[in-house]
């Protein structure tokens, strides 16, 4: 049997739980506070700049399958004829809001005052705010945006259209909370948007270096200050500390494993487990860090961000976003990265609960798989929903994927 | 005298133990693996001792492999039944470029390269729909022996379709297409060509197309293979003489006799209790 080592983590990992730890408490207290949805959303620097405090379903359902909590909050939603083909995020969400529980994770995730949603994501998501604004009757706001085929190229009237859009949602929110949101206020969520954003795309940069300084639960975790913390001085501060210390790390020649003991570079493909973390530190200890995933890399931060043109830069990150691309662009981007952090290995999570990045993944992975000659495992799971894991299936597979590779 | 090595496959439905010197099975036992892993795998290797007069501290090393692989008092090293899979099916024929394994819990397609070496492989996804169960059930169900069950099938002229999606829907339609007195050879063939096709897919997403082996309890099923045949062309069953169930046990042991070759000291301290 391999042994299960303790590793000592980056130290930025306790400021940003002590960050996640506030946010939680913000959401609770601070007024008025909205709904809104993580990805390529251009409705999360409009919030800071309208002083309204953003609160997140999604990444409450993250929290929630963590503390082992939403196999019990999917079961409560289904109940409540939602059903279990829809997306576990939104079953978690709505079974927290149906039965909280005596004791929900992170002390709950407050009640909206205002629905703020996009389309540039999940097209599953407009039923769930749907039904939250069925539940709640508070006002929702909804951006629209035209699906981009081809980012480079997209027309010039998508970005006309998305900067009405957004100019539009604007002058309703301000009604809605009756606050103005001036252009100085705007500028300055984009700008210190901007900022975390080149942080960040400094940050995945170093994971080519070997040994990898940060495994997959460490940019789990800075992604917490990329989306929800988007916009924010204390979003630049965090994503900077967590900069530098890598940029050390990497300088020291630090790496999650010592350069000796990392044998493989494998890319993980979706969301991770949520509830099953502890997977990445499995492999660690035989040896394989993941310095790449579409999930980090691809999904958000990916579109620079000017304050001196706060509406252009919101438009373009809801049009660039990979949840609003082609297939054929996604696999694009994971073919030249993979190549690119010399990729050896590809686990691909074939995700019952999000579509929208499981199709076309099984051909992503033929294409890596020949191009590269690499192996890939895909394993069948689910992102929230833990009564979809089984231990012995997934640990089976990954232990022959392990053997394959050594 | 040459060394004694034991390969033990502690699978869902059965446990099977090998037991080979010099490259040659000297005795095996196959017994239902039940409800207790780590007795099956000891009556399974005492049996397989027994029949070859030896004793346990006669092993020099031995790897233990299938589901059960960890739940064993015998402090073997444990290898997935995949690598071992691949591993016998290359000792067993050479020109072997993949398996299908038919198993209780799962059916796996692996791809083979040089020396047995895993090159891909897929399994099916969460549902007994694609597994040896998928026929074990719904044959228990209308009361029929797994031998009356296959034989049926290869008998029938007809083939009724049989949705694979779940074993228990299967099971609804297989009673409702008896209640309309449709025919139940035609109705138990198309159970078979329902998983052969499940299968088939599997087999078809690593782009397999020659010198396929079966192996696991599902290459005991004539019908299944048959079903099989008529979409792949091509797959075969291990030589004459050797249960296809056998296959990762005898993996097992050959890559317990490969590891005791490059470390004979940590690969030959083989304990149990009492033992």
Redo the contacts between chains.
Sequence with gaps: MVEKKKRERPAFNRSIAAAISKHYKDVQTNKPMAYLLMASNPLVEIAYAARIQPAFPENYACACAAGHASAGYCETAEAYNYSPDICSYCRNHLGYIYGPGENPPTGGIGEPDLLLITSSACTHYFKWWDALHEIYGKPLIFINTPRVMEPQSKPDFYMDYAMREIEQAIGEIEKAVGVKITNDKLSEAVKLSGEVVDYWQKLLEMQKAVPCPMDYSDLSNALFVLIVLAGTQEGVDLMRETYNETKQRVNEGKGILSKDEERHRLLWINIPFWYKLGIFGYFEDRGCVFPLSDYTHHIWGTTRMDGSKPIESLARKALEGELNTSVDDQIDKLLKDAKEYHIDGVIAHSNRSCRVLSVGMLDAVDIIREELNIPALVLDCDHTDERVYSDAEIMNRIDAFLEMLA | MALMFAGIDIGSASTKAILMADSQIISYHIIPSGSDFAESSQVALDEALNKSNSAFKDIAGAVTTG?GR?ITEINAE??????CAARGASFLCADTKAIVDIGGQ?TKVIKIGKGG???????N??CAAGTGRFIERIATSLGLGLDEFAARSVGSMTKLPISSTCTVFAETEVISRISKGESLDGIIRGVHSALAARIYGLAQ?LKIQEAVVACGGGALNAGLMKELRDLTGDITLPPTGIDPRLLPAIGAALIATERYALNPVKHSKLSRPGV
């Design positions: 589901y960890y444990a290898v997935t039944e995949i690598t799962d070496r895993v090159l891909d492989f897929v399994l996804d969460k997403r």
